[in-house]
């Protein structure tokens, strides 16, 4: 080549198939790579607690999470249907509303709507969902007063928390620093700084986590990351993605060549360059015709370069990778905006909005209903409470639809008005609601005939 320009380098995109997480992560530079040595104090903390290494980082995951568009969806999803629908605290059944029962309602209403100064309770949760589904467990910070009252609860970042094999410490590392947990609720006194067990004044008393984590057949100590199931599609379609992205960045082939035989004058290569290059780009040009005299003996030709399907490669194999990940997650297509209608123009979004709540949502928030019931409110009052926490359930139905059947139940005498109140989140109970009604224009007919 005459006038040689600077060349642009192409990158190489490899398969990682020695079983890590990260699929991409060649495309840093050897430099830019950090090592996975533990540092010289995290070695010790290990050593000195007996702390116990997660069996995959935590880190792989979170950014598998972020590099993926339908596997952030789908666990940004989850974590917005369990927590942002809203909560009521109800009546135990059996317990009769009274000015005891109102003041303590009081209480926990003003701990639940400022469970801490930066952040509200659904971010709480949202937090907390978003590590169990990404991660497979989460932790929850809990301070109590000098009283030994609940007094404010965190979110911990889980990959950040590591367990000794006692299971009776938790240590936070982050930036070469250590800080100490103890269990929930186990009568540990220990030194946040230090781990040590003994006396210490109530400033330097390490807080209690609440630590939830998902079966693991693997780990006793740390949970299974719902990701496993689903690491080669999200891996697959990483690749998918890196594999377009670098044909429109490296493509070095252009669509045609252009080749002139024959007697042409010297600088007839750079005119056609020049106007090739001026005339013919841009979306203006698109439907713009090339005319041009060619000389007695000379001759041009036009030979395509490329395979112009190369622009769609994997559209089908994408498709069924999301279908794959959506599948070990639960979610439906229509909750990350995609709508795959069936080969009768039908669709399943009801009953799929329906399986996923079931088996999703609903079994999650039972499980962090149970730690608020169990373990929080009762902790904030230091006695037995007669509220359940309840996190308000999908409105997958419409509401006049439910409205209807809480009237005709009311109506035939299946339900008190203050089990439709409590259900329906419409409010404080009254105390005539507790009885049964029927409607008068129920009239006797008749009896059945006997064989």
């Known amino acids: 080549m005459k006038d040689q320009k600077k060349i642009k380098k192409g990158k190489i995109y490899l398969t990682n198939r020695s079983g890590g997480?990260?699929?991409?992560?060649?495309?840093?530079?050897?430099?830019?790579?950090?090592?996975?040595?533990?540092?010289?104090?995290?070695?010790?903390?290990?050593?000195?607690?007996?702390?116990v290494s997660r069996i995959y980082p935590p880190s792989s995951f979170i950014l598998l999470r972020d590099r993926s568009p339908i596997l952030g969806a789908a666990i940004d999803c989850i974590a917005n249907d369990v927590s942002s629908t809203g909560w009521h605290l109800a009546l135990k059944e059996g317990v009769k509303q009274s000015p005891g029962t109102d003041a303590e309602c009081k209480i926990l209403e003003e701990f639940l709507n400022n469970p801490n100064p930066d952040d509200s309770l659904k971010e709480i949760n949202s937090s907390c969902v978003t590590d169990l589904q990404t991660i497979g467990d989460f932790s929850l910070e809990v301070i109590r007063n000098a009283k030994g009252k609940i007094a404010k609860i965190y979110h911990v970042p889980t990959h950040t928390i590591f367990r000794n094999k006692d299971m009776d410490r938790f240590v936070q590392t982050r930036n070469s620093k250590a800080v100490f947990f103890v269990p929930f609720d186990s009568g540990l006194i220990v030194e946040a700084k230090t781990g040590k067990e003994g006396k210490c004044d109530f400033k330097s008393r390490a807080n209690e986590l609440i630590f939830k984590k998902l079966y693991s057949g693997e780990s006793s100590y740390y949970g299974r990351s719902p990701m496993l199931s689903c690491i080669g599609?999200?891996?697959?379609?990483?690749?998918?993605?890196e594999f377009n992205l670098s044909y429109f960045e490296n493509a070095g082939i252009p669509t045609y060549a252009i080749i002139l035989s024959g007697e042409w004058e010297g600088d007839s290569v750079k005119k056609l360059s020049e106007f090739m290059a001026t005339e013919l780009r841009g979306v203006e040009n698109k439907h713009k015709a090339m005319v041009f005299q060619a000389p007695e003996g000379g001759k041009a030709e036009f030979k395509p370069l490329e395979n112009r399907e190369k622009e769609g490669s994997f559209r089908l194999y994408a498709g069924d990778l999301d279908d794959r990940i959506l599948g070990v997650y639960k979610v439906p297509r229509c909750k990350v905006s995609i709508q795959k209608v069936g080969s009768l123009a039908g669709s399943d979004t009801l009953v799929s909005l329906h399986n996923y709540n079931d088996s999703v949502v609903e079994p999650m928030q039972s499980m962090i209903e149970d730690i608020f019931n169990t373990k929080i409110l009762p902790a904030i009052l230091d006695s037995d409470i007669h509220f359940d926490f309840v996190l308000e359930n999908m409105r997958i139905d419409d509401l006049?639809?439910?409205?209807?059947?809480?009237?005709?139940?009311?109506?035939r005498g299946g339900i008190t008005p203050n089990q439709v109140i409590q259900r329906m989140g419409l409010g404080k109970e009254y105390p005539e609601g507790n009885k049964f009604y029927m409607m008068s224009s129920l009239i006797e007919v008749g009896e059945s005939e006997e064989e």
């Not at 050897?30 to 050593?47: A, H, I, P």
């Not at 439910?402 to 009311?410: D, F, G, I, R």
């Open 21 to 51: 997480l990260s699929p991409f992560s060649f495309r840093k530079k050897d430099k830019e790579l950090g090592s996975k040595q533990l540092t010289k104090e995290q070695t010790e903390w290990f050593q000195q607690f007996d702390l």
């Open 233 to 241: 599609a999200v891996s697959a379609s990483i690749a998918c993605e």
């Open 400 to 411: 006049s639809e439910k409205a209807e059947v809480y009237a005709k139940l009311l109506e």
